[in-house]
């Protein structure tokens, strides 16, 4: 049953995972859960620091097919403190949305605090906010209409 005032998200997007060693966990993911590469990207400038909370951040992300699941592996590097965001293991699930902006108002508006305001990495604008246990959750809006990570990289579930 839909909630009249809750947030109007469009589909489940990705699930996302700290690694701390990307070329490791890329070949774990792809020998033994057949992994299947749809985008890797170098990540780095103020949008990251933003999510991160860590002055300077950059990483990569290998982005794959897992059973018609978008799986995010993400390697920040070393960091002097432990950031505010992802970290090492599971770092977050994530729902598209239409509107970024709305979504970020009505968050407010229930009393979530997001940990920043909408901010665009590669094309994607997003913004965290969590559970009360601390469980991540980014709320994204795609360029295009695109609802998750797969139809933004030109993949859907079932292929690969």
Same mark, same amino acid.
């Given at each position: 049953?839909?909630?009249?005032?809750?947030?109007?998200?469009?589909?489940?997007?990705?699930?996302?995972?700290?690694?701390?060693?990307?070329?490791?966990?890329?070949?774990?993911? !792809?020998? #033994?859960? =057949?992994?299947?590469?749809?985008?890797? /990207? @170098? +990540?780095?400038?103020?949008?990251?620091?933003?999510? *991160?909370?860590?002055?300077?951040?950059?990483? !990569?992300? #290998?982005? =794959?097919?897992?059973?018609?699941?978008? /799986? @995010? +592996?993400?390697?920040?590097?070393?960091?002097?403190? *432990?950031?505010?965001?992802?970290?090492?293991?599971?770092?977050?699930?994530?729902?598209?949305?239409?509107?970024?902006?709305?979504?970020?108002?009505?968050?407010?508006?229930?009393?979530?605090?997001?940990?920043?305001?909408?901010?665009?990495?590669?094309?994607?604008?997003?913004?965290?906010?969590?559970?009360?246990?601390?469980?991540?959750?980014?709320?994204?809006?795609?360029?295009?209409?695109?609802?998750?990570?797969?139809?933004?990289?030109?993949?859907?579930?079932?292929?690969?």
């Amino acid at each position: 049953m839909d909630m009249p005032d809750a947030l109007a998200l469009q589909a489940f997007s990705h699930l996302c995972v700290g690694v701390s060693d990307i070329t490791r966990a890329l070949d774990f993911y !792809r020998r #033994v859960l =057949g992994f299947d590469v749809v985008f890797d /990207v @170098e +990540l780095e400038g103020d949008s990251l620091d933003a999510v *991160t909370g860590d002055e300077g951040a950059k990483g !990569r992300m #290998v982005g =794959g097919l897992v059973g018609g699941i978008m /799986v @995010e +592996l993400l390697a920040l590097g070393s960091s002097s403190r *432990t950031p505010a965001g992802p970290h090492i293991g599971y770092t977050n699930m994530s729902f598209s949305v239409r509107d970024l902006d709305a979504a970020y108002e009505r968050a407010v508006a229930l009393g979530a605090r997001p940990a920043q305001r909408p901010v665009e990495i590669g094309g994607v604008r997003m913004f965290f906010i969590t559970d009360p246990d601390g469980t991540p959750i980014e709320l994204v809006e795609y360029p295009h209409g695109e609802r998750n990570s797969a139809e933004l990289w030109g993949r859907s579930a079932g292929t690969g």
